[in-house]
């Protein structure tokens, strides 16, 4: 059994990660501000949300935003979506000129707006223009390509193998492979035998995805699929410093001290802050209510705070608002 604790850094072709513990690209969540924090908290590396193959959108607000900056922390790393291989090589030509050092190619996200595309997961349907697409988009960029996909379209159709292998023929770095179906969405329970099975089958790493909650699961999940690195989606919401977790119980076989009340307060008011300047007021209030749900969540009694707060229309009320919630938990540890 290899040692977990020694698997520090992870080489994507020509990119070096400063660990093998990467945060998942999140429609809709893994904007900046997060990635950042994802980042800050032990990520080896973060990856943007879709950037659509569309040149039609590329300037709009909404691609803006997306679009990757010198000031990102850590490896710059896009994902792309989309099925038209010239738009997909386009995109990524697009995204190296603006600094991007990897770009990701998603074929993966189960969503019916993005399936019914011929993006994403549905992909995994047509291993011929699967090996178009990465044979453009390799041959359009000198930077890493990686694919994130899933086990196959349904149960009855799992070719996770057959893609990894097209992939790795065609000049692809890594894989990172979803343990489900695209008919699982994300339900059930993960499938790591066939994250394994591809692990066996080709030489790149492999980044194993799912159901990666706990920093128990993640040794375990490390040691069953040999693969070379984890991928945290959903786990990190509201707690970002997962990966600072799952780093210590890897080095050090035990559970990181939970983090204070101080603590957190803290890293909600910074992620706060760093939403309000991203998106401005108007915006970046409204994003920030998800956020607080999924930091204050599991404290007791919050429900009452958490309807407070998604009404709440003014960025120096919801940080008061949030200061009064965690002192109020404080007088309770206290009393």
Known sequence: MRNIANLNLLNIGKVTLRNNLIAAPMAGISDKPFRNLCYRFGAGMTISEMFLANSDVWHTDKSALRIISADDKGIRAVQLVGSDPDEMAKAAEFNVKHGAQLIDINMGCPAKKVNKKLAGSVLMQYPELIKTILQKVVGAVDVPVTLKMRTGWDKNHRNC????????????????????????????????????????????????????????????????????????????????????????????????????????????????????????????????????????????????????????????????????????IRYKQKS
């Open 161 to 328: 193998i057959e893609i990894a292998q097209i992939a790795q023929d065609c000049g692809v770095k890594a894989i990172t492979i979803h343990g489900r179906t695209r008919d699982c969405f994300f339900n059930g329970v993960a499938e790591y035998e066939s994250i394994k099975a591809v692990k066996e089958n080709v030489t790149i790493p492999v980044i194993a995805n799912g159901d990666i909650c706990t920093p128990k699961q993640a040794k375990d999940v490390f040691q069953y699929t040999q693969a070379d690195a984890i991928m945290v989606g959903r786990a990190a919401q509201g707690r970002p410093w997962i990966f600072e977790e799952i780093a210590f119980y890897l080095t050090h076989g035990k559970l990181q001290k939970e983090k204070t009340i101080d603590e957190v307060e803290q890293v909600v008011l910074i992620h706060l802050d760093d939403l309000y300047r991203f998106y401005g007021e108007y915006k970046g209030l409204r994003i920030a209510r998800k956020h607080v749900n999924w930091y204050t969540k599991n404290y007791a009694d919050s429900d009452q705070f958490r309807r407070l707060f998604s009404v709440l229309n003014n960025t120096s009320e919801q940080v008061k608002t949030l200061k009064a919630f965690f002192s109020q």
